[in-house]
RNA sequence: GCCAACUUGGCUCAGUGGUAGAGCAGUGCUUUCGUAAAGCACAGGUCCCGGGUUCGAAUCCCGGAGUUGGCUCCA
């Protein structure tokens, strides 16, 4: 509820957001525009274009997501408006509101560099300060066609407008086509920052030209703006590959190559962990663990169809003997042939087989990112062979087995169902039984999830989950696949009850994704603040003197001897410095050893993000912590 | 792969044409101290690589590699 106090005295109460039918029953038309001309506080926008036509006059507050994307896409007009002002000749293709603020992508005939940014920041600045008003006009088709012959993005755009009539909006020097809504003035739009330069295709083809894309944000105070620019600051902080360096877990050598990740004492540490509980979870729940070799003659490609259509993603062939082998991409071909080293009954199925499977894939090197994108990496893969009547279940299984791994890591995610693509093989009938039964899968457990239409593999459907790394972005992590696909390639069948031979269904799916993007994600998600039972180093023991060295070792000796990973610190530093060092380390527990504790068998506790905890008995402590590994606790804080 | 930027000791970064710098980390010695940095000293660099311009290049130009932000593509 707005309340605005119109220039004759009278109150007037708007829901946001409202048409001018609605204000129409309170206020007459005249006392509208006062009211919209007055600069009152929590009015909204687009005030100009309505109200000159009997289009829809809508209210949006700019604490809302609507308003908010409203007053980015004007930033974005003002972007344009400068970067015309500074590159005159600019063209200008396209340019919404997009999840943290605007971009605009433009083709300008010199080269726009970093160094530009903040001149185009300032311009903008000045068009926010005068406060011109964002004004609405429309074209017919074929003048808006004239008008813009010499520009073929404005023509392109005219062509895809609906309709025979196109609205334009102009503020200042500046006049784009648009279907708004915009801010009332410039001025409306409080606080702008111009972000970084992007290239990007038209239309996002890479066949096509490359533009240039600027990206800003913009917000209606300049307390926002310093509020997000802050979060994107301490986003930064909780970078993987920034934690990764502090914490000594991983690196990338270009003497090794691009994408391909060592992995430090402490980074396979957490893998190990990470590892050993995907295991022991895994056979837990029915499955078989498999090995297969990393490389394989390329006629097992040939077979698969995987030469065929991810050639371009798979490592060139190398002379074995005179024949061609293949580092391996996939694991399912080596699942598969196992498979097929015996006749299988129905009696026997489903065969839930899981690997981590380590695979080496080319991408492309501008796409390398940390250990979230790399050309080397393990799948925690499973390949479970079926019989149709069992599918359900297996999905529900294996989803099942996904949210137990997300709680146990705390962690949040998304989940989509991905349906047939254009190129696909399989018939009609197959995408929707299998479509339906991951659809009926995802409604039994209540999974919330989104449609990602035309999202599946040419070889059957999916449901993705993406995770979110600290900057927001989604990166496709755990994934189920249905595959028409290779049962019919390489044969795979199973004897049933009617001693038939019938085709198995086949699901491949992971349940973290890969190891180096799950676990990249994981130091995001922990911001490297690990849970006891993940952290590489757990306890560290501090002496206060030397007096203090033989009991510290001792205290050592009996926390290794519960399964803890322990060391000391016995250097002759002070106790603050030592301190210091095993915070910044992030090590979770670390326990003060000086006289006091070694007369009485305690050692005091200091936890990461939680402080001194006071003195306790070294025997009861080293319990304790053993049986928050073995739980796997979160921790409580995060 | 494409567009743009960046690359200086282990790390974080100064240094814009005239003999390579700081802090932290490391090593040695001193210090034995109670909850986030003790002191002194020492050592450490093909300024990413290759070519060019120049009397002279970390610095300017060209090519390559790697990294970063996006695009396209993917676990």
């Not at 998304?414 to 093989?425: E, M, N």
Request: net charge negative.
């Amino acid at each position: 509820m707005i309340t605005i106090t119109l220039p004759d005295g009278k109150a007037l109460h708007l829901d946001a957001p409202m048409t001018l039918a609605d204000i129409a029953g309170k206020i007459s038309r005249d006392l509208a525009k006062k009211a919209l001309a007055a600069d009152v506080d929590g009015v909204a926008m687009d005030l100009t274009a309505t109200l000159d036509k009997d289009a829809a006059v809508r209210f949006i507050t700019p604490d809302t997501p609507e308003g908010l994307d409203i007053i980015r896409h004007s930033a974005s007009h003002i972007l344009a408006e400068a970067i015309l002002q500074l590159f005159p000749g600019t063209k200008f293709a396209y340019g919404p509101a997009v999840e943290d603020g605007f971009y605009y992508d433009v083709d300008a005939p010199t080269v726009i560099t970093a160094e530009d940014l903040p001149k185009i920041e300032k311009a903008m600045q000045k068009i926010v300060k005068a406060n011109k008003p964002f004004v609405r006009h429309e074209l017919t088709r074929a003048v808006a066609e004239a008008q813009y012959k010499n520009d073929e993005y404005k023509l392109d755009n005219i062509a895809r407008a609906q309709g025979d009539v196109i609205s334009f909006y102009t503020q200042g020097d500046f006049s784009d086509l648009c279907r708004g809504p915009h801010v009332p003035t410039a001025g409306k739009v409080g606080a702008v920052k111009v972000m970084s330069l992007a290239g990007a295709y038209w239309h996002g083809d890479a066949s096509q030209k490359q533009l240039t894309r600027v990206y800003g944000t913009a917000f209606s105070t300049k307390e926002e703006l310093d509020a997000h620019l802050k979060k994107l600051e301490e986003a930064k902080r909780r970078d993987h590959r920034v934690i990764g360096k502090q914490m000594d877990l991983f690196s990338t050598e270009p003497d090794v190559g691009p994408g391909l990740i060592l992995w430090h004492p402490n980074g396979s540490m957490i893998r190990h962990e990470v590892e050993a509980f995907w295991k022991e979870e895994h056979i837990k729940r029915g499955y078989q663990i498999l090995y297969t070799p990393h490389i394989a003659s390329e006629a097992i490609y040939k077979r698969s169809g995987h030469l065929e259509n991810y050639g371009d993603m798979m490592y060139s062939p190398m002379d074995i003997d005179g024949s061609p082998y293949r580092v391996k991409p996939m694991n399912c071909p080596g699942h598969i042939l196992i498979y097929n080293s015996n006749v299988h009954s129905y009696r026997e199925l489903p065969f839930r087989w899981c690997e981590l499977g380590t695979v080496y894939r080319y991408e492309p090197s501008g796409t390398l990112h940390g250990m979230l994108r790399v050309r080397g990496f393990t799948q925690d893969d499973s390949h479970i062979f079926c019989t149709p009547e069992q599918v359900e279940d297996e999905i529900n299984g294996v989803l099942d087995l996904m949210e137990h791994m997300m709680k146990t890591f705390g962690y949040k995610y998304k989940a989509f169902l991905a349906t047939r693509p254009a190129k696909s093989i399989g018939t009609d009938a197959q995408w929707e039984t299998a479509t339906g039964a991951l659809r009926a899968v995802l409604e039994r457990r209540g999974m919330p999830y989104e449609v990602d239409e035309g999202g599946g593999v040419f070889y059957g459907p999916k449901i993705d989950i993406k995770l979110v790394d600290a900057l927001g972005r989604e990166w496709q992590g755990p994934t189920t696949q249905l595959d028409f696909n290779l049962p019919e390639r390489f044969n795979v069948e199973y004897v049933g009850k009617d001693n038939e031979r019938h085709k198995v269904v086949m699901i491949h799916r992971t349940v973290l994704g890969s190891m180096e993007r799950f676990i990249g994600g994981l130091i995001e998600h922990f911001a490297g603040d690990f849970p006891l039972w993940l952290a590489p180093k757990q306890v560290r023991v501090l002496t206060v003197t030397d007096a203090a060295i033989a009991y510290g070792r001792e205290v050592v000796e009996k926390l290794r001897r519960a399964g803890l990973r322990a060391d000391l610190d016995d250097r002759g530093d002070k106790i603050g410095a030592k301190i210091r060092e095993g915070e910044l380390a992030r090590v979770p527990v670390l326990l003060i050893l000086g006289e006091k504790e070694k007369d009485t068998g305690e050692a005091s506790v200091r936890r990461r993000l939680q402080g001194d905890l006071g003195s306790r008995k070294v025997d009861e402590l080293v319990l304790e912590l053993a049986q928050e590994v073995r739980e796997r606790r979160l921790p409580n804080k995060n």
